[in-house]
């Protein structure tokens, strides 16, 4: 009989423990950066054509975004290649923290990460993806993971802003 009440009472802690984290997410406002404010910026950087669209993207961005830190995978040497040529012509020195991300798979496990990051109020991360050039009539597979997830989506083509209303449609930017 006692070990029925020491269930029933982790369960109990354990719903609790649930509901607090499922309203601290939907309760967490989106966050913000003020202009002008320097930003720390994990880049998801996956193989192929995403490294490219990923580089073109940074190289028009400010020097606010920095410093820039980097994830990849082990075995993607051409990557990791054309990360260091890139970042051998910009500078690291200021924080605040942003990831960006542009479609390979890698980015759902770090998005989710920094998601928890800020669900547990232990920093304010803000997540931008920018879906691929190459969608046009559907979301990537990593895109329909983060649409709901992302603060902001980024798409490149009107076909999607119209099929996805949260999502931001500037045109072609890749």
Not at 105 to 125: E, F, H, N, Q
Request: a positive charge; charged letters at 20%.
């Amino acid at each position: 009989m006692e070990s029925f009440w020491v269930e029933l009472g982790i369960a109990v802690f354990l719903f609790i423990l649930l509901l607090l984290l499922v309203t601290r997410f939907f309760s967490t406002k989106r966050a913000h950066v003020p202009r002008n404010t320097a930003v720390s910026l994990l880049v998801v950087a996956g193989s192929g054509g995403h490294t490219t669209e990923i580089l073109r993207l940074l190289s028009s961005l400010s020097q606010t975004y920095s410093p820039r830190h980097y994830v990849l995978a082990d075995s993607d040497k051409m990557s990791e290649e054309k990360i260091c040529t890139f970042e051998q012509k910009r500078a690291e020195t200021f924080s605040n923290s942003l990831v960006l991300c542009n479609g390979p798979g890698t980015c759902v496990p770090i998005c989710v990460s920094a998601l928890l990051l800020r669900m547990l109020g232990l920093k304010s991360v803000i997540i931008v993806y920018v879906e691929s050039i190459c969608r046009v009539e559907n979301l990537s597979l990593s895109g329909k993971i983060l649409y709901r997830f992302s603060d902001y989506f980024i798409v490149q083509w009107p076909a999607l802003k119209e099929k996805y209303p949260k999502s931001l449609y500037l045109g072609r930017i890749v």
